[in-house]
């Protein structure tokens, strides 16, 4: 089966910087959206992303095999990020999300922290969404305190739960692994999309073009065209018929 893997990012209508980061890589494909004032949320976002690039390239042996190595991945991101923010007075309290997935054999692992997504787009189904965010507001709604469109407008819908590099711990949620199929397209994002960009129009964005790299330029367009109010980061991985990646 041949992988490609494409991504933009883009800091939007109203930041002054981007503080998301990303790696669309060969067999490990993630995004990070920091958080923390002046500098700190891009500082957290690289390290971490620079810590799960390292698995980039390599070949589990089984899935339980890569999720033990991106278990071991955020749990070194947050360490590395924690210790970083302690040495450096500017960057105290920074953390960040971090979504990654990573190839073994032809399934797909997930591991996930904070409020960025893992979406599937498989033909002829509708698109999932594959991680749950960790916010006080989606945790409502898992109550049953919420409903979905409430949560939608909700003030503190984009308050995490938990992220990278805030606690000495860190619980990483691990989806169900993806078999993969020809034809799928997994998109990893940021909230920066999600937040003004609904589902159906993301569905019908990831069918508008076989160029993966103009799909990701029309994701991003899309929320720059709704305001475009945070950072917005995009690494699409679609699925086609042929050798596996080299």
């Known amino acids: 089966m ?17 503080e998301d980061s990303h790696h669309p890589g060969r067999t490990l494909f993630a995004v990070a959206d920091g958080l923390g004032g002046h500098s700190a949320g891009e ?19 089984s899935v339980e095999a890569a999720r033990e190595q991106l278990v071991a991945a955020f ?31 032809e399934q797909l692992v997930i591991a996930h922290v904070g409020d960025s997504r893992a979406y599937l787009l498989r033909p002829g189904e509708p698109l999932r969404q594959l991680t749950d965010d960790q916010t006080v507001v989606a945790e409502m709604v898992r109550q049953g305190r ?21 606690e000495w711990e860190v619980d990483v949620q691990l989806p169900p692994p993806l078999p993969l199929q020809p034809g799928d397209q997994v998109l990893l994002c940021s909230d920066g999309l999600t937040e003004p960009v609904g589902e159906d129009t993301i569905a019908e964005l990831l069918m508008s073009s076989p160029d993966g790299d103009a799909t990701c330029d029309a994701l991003v367009d899309a929320a720059n065209a709704a305001g475009g109010p945070d950072n917005v980061t995009v690494v699409l991985v679609r699925t086609a018929r042929g050798d596996p990646a080299a």
């Not at 041949?2 to 981007?18: E, H, K, Q, T, W």
């Open 43 to 61: 500082v957290a976002s690289a390290t971490a992303v620079r810590v799960l690039a390292r698995l980039d390239g390599m070949r589990p042996a």
């Open 2 to 18: 041949l992988i490609c893997a494409f991504a933009r990012s883009d800091p939007g209508r109203v930041r002054d910087r981007n």
């Open 75 to 105: 749990e070194e991101a947050n360490r590395v990020v924690r210790d970083e923010a302690a040495l450096d007075p500017a960057h105290a309290g920074m953390g960040t999300t971090l979504t990654a997935a990573l190839l073994a054999g």
């Open 146 to 166: 919420l409903s979905r469109d409430q949560a939608a407008s909700h003030p503190y819908r984009s308050v995490l739960t938990t992220a990278i590099g805030l």
